[in-house]
């Protein structure tokens, strides 16, 4: 098979994929796995978008490239709404999924691509797939690891007319932390002055703990594409819906896109975005959904980040999302007294002592010595806590007590990783 691409023969499997894959395989083999690794929301579909999902299951036609014209002025209207702006549907673009939009963004545009360390697996992939040159920009801990406006100015400097995307993701996969009003403003400053593309993925926005997701696009509307999609606050990963919303005078690189859909994957599956426009109303049924998903998540982060700190591991603020990023270096010299030196090892090695399975911090960007996890807190029955929760909060019950009965794979596998800890 020497006529592989080079480009994509040197890669491994998306990471996250690897992991899930790999707990199923140990469990197979009778281990018991507490599933850390793989992002996927445990929660169930809201109930409207499901049944016009049900509704909608005899649509078999295909549907124009750009996506249902009653979908994409449903998406506009959803982010009209929550930023402020004024995007009509012919701005916007529906895909498979937002990682299929994101590779044709790369395809089409011929720029650099800017990314913060650490970052989701997939983005550097996806650049060298296409032979493009990826370029990561440092983060430190007391920005809880996100992209700063010194660094980014300071990367934009080298070469100011160097066409680029920089991609922005918060909240963060993998620390699960979000960037503020202001830390927004100066990064849109920048990117102003540089006329750099930003490519905001907020897949996660909906789930910041706290309902308060503010989208850069409000402070650099003319250069920002908003990434969206169900996967995520939705629970409807399996489904594959992404959303791209571009500025008004980005048709010329949005139409490139569409060219490239229409001989690729043709168009997004019929029932699929007829059922998703009921995703971008303003449902009272939905807006209930995401308030208990919200809650759920944060008693969740509250008591894992509470564990952690308490043993002394130190990880950046979790404001959404359902990630956190404990770094263990302050057992580095413990650790390598059991041959564990690099995250892919601490990874194995803690797989191997609890059967927790987590992320090593290296396919996020990070350097191998540096010993980081991304956890995922997803090992749950999102269906049943939901059900649980009403009762927890009539009943004013301790928060520990609830997340035992409604999560509680998830707090096993924490305790296992406590007791292994307490070993070191």
């Known amino acids: 098979m020497n006529s592989l691409n080079l480009n994509i023969s040197g890669l491994p499997k998306s990471a996250t994929l690897r992991i899930n894959e790999l707990s199923a395989q140990l469990q197979q083999y009778g281990r018991t796995i507490y599933k850390f690794g793989l992002g996927q929301s445990p929660f169930p579909v809201p109930e409207p978008i499901r049944q016009e999902l049900i509704k909608n299951a005899h649509q078999k036609d295909y549907l124009p490239v750009e996506g249902l014209p009653e979908l994409r002025r449903a998406v506009a209207g959803y982010y009209n709404r929550k930023n402020g702006l004024t995007r ?96 927004l403003k100066d ?17 996660y926005g909906e789930l910041h703990h706290k309902g308060e997701h503010i989208s850069i696009s409000r402070f650099y509307p003319e250069g920002t594409i908003i990434s969206g999609g169900l996967s995520k606050w939705c629970g409807a990963g399996g489904w594959r819906l992404g ?24 168009s997004t599956s019929a029932p699929i975005q007829y059922a998703a426009v009921a995703a971008y109303q303003d449902d009272p049924a939905i807006t209930d959904y995401l308030t208990k998903v919200r809650k759920i998540l944060k008693l969740l982060a ?11 591991i130190q990880l950046p603020r979790v404001d959404g999302g359902f ?102």
């Open 88 to 183: 009509s549907g012919s701005n916007v673009i529906i895909g498979p999924g937002s990682k299929e939009l994101m590779f044709l963004l790369q395809l089409v545009y011929y720029g650099d691509l800017v990314i913060p360390t650490p970052s989701w697996v997939s983005y550097a992939p996806q650049a060298h797939i296409i032979g493009r040159n990826v370029h990561w920009i440092p983060t430190r801990r007391e920005d809880n690891w996100m992209l700063s406006a010194k660094e980014l100015e300071k990367h934009c400097k080298k070469d100011v007319n160097r066409p680029r995307i920089v991609i922005l993701n918060y909240p963060s996969n993998p620390t699960g932390s979000t960037l503020s009003e202001s830390q």
């Open 187 to 203: 990064i849109a400053e920048v990117a102003r002055t540089y006329n750099v593309i930003l490519l905001s993925d907020e897949i």
């Open 243 to 266: 959303t791209f919303v571009f500025p008004e005078d980005f048709n010329q690189l949005k139409n490139a896109m569409a060219v490239a859909a229409s001989e690729t994957y043709t």
């Open 302 to 312: 509250d008591d894992i980040n509470l564990r952690f700190t308490s043993a002394g």
């Open 323 to 424: 990630y956190l990023f404990p770094n263990f270096d302050a057992f580095r010299q413990k650790l390598e007294d059991k041959n564990v030196t690099t995250s892919p090892e601490l990874s194995d090695y803690i797989l191997e002592k609890t059967g927790v399975a987590a992320l090593p911090g290296s396919v996020f960007g990070c350097r191998e010595s540096d010993l980081s996890l991304r956890m995922a807190y997803v090992d749950f029955d999102g269906e049943r806590a939901l059900n649980m929760f009403d009762a927890f909060t009539s009943d004013n019950r301790d928060p520990k007590t609830f997340l035992k009965q409604a999560c509680p794979k998830v707090m096993d596998g924490m305790d296992l990783l406590m007791e292994e800890i307490e070993r070191w």
